[in-house]
């Protein structure tokens, strides 16, 4: 299973992105999908995720009140939209699915099983 992420690119401070994640091939399914984003020199932090089950959400402090995370569970789909983004969001985002249940555990990569490519995120000043 692979996920697909699209929708990155580069914009100007206080602008706005959406990014999506898709899976290609078969289907499967989740209990959790996030978004991760990775800054050079830098560790792979999460940003955003979001629990089918619990029907709640998560944010890193850093995003919260300016990212919005949504999805369709049945179809393993899940967006995030950026608002008011700043120069330091510029990273490559990385969107990934838990298939395993970890209760309300977000935050560490080892938890999730499935992976997108990454889709590079640039805003300038």
């Known amino acids: 299973v692979q996920l697909q992420a699209s929708g990155g690119g580069w914009v100007q401070a206080g602008g706005s992105l959406r990014l999506s994640c898709a899976p290609s091939?078969?289907?499967?399914?989740?209990?959790?999908m996030g978004w991760f984003r990775q800054a050079p020199g830098k560790e792979r932090e999460i940003v955003a995720a979001?629990?089918?089950?619990?029907?709640?959400?998560y944010y890193d402090g850093s995003v919260k009140g300016r990212f919005t995370i949504s999805g369709d569970n049945a179809k393993n789909t899940v967006y995030l939209q950026m608002n008011s983004l700043k120069p330091e969001d510029t990273a490559v985002y990385y969107c990934?699915?838990?298939?395993?249940?970890?209760?309300?555990?977000?935050?560490?990569?080892?938890?999730?099983?499935?992976w997108g490519q990454g889709t590079q995120v640039t805003v300038s000043s």
């Open positions: 990934a699915a838990q298939t395993k249940f970890h209760g309300n555990s977000y935050l560490y990569t080892g938890l999730y099983d499935y």
């Open positions: 979001i629990n089918w089950n619990a029907g709640s959400t």
């Open positions: 091939g078969r289907t499967f399914s989740s209990y959790v």
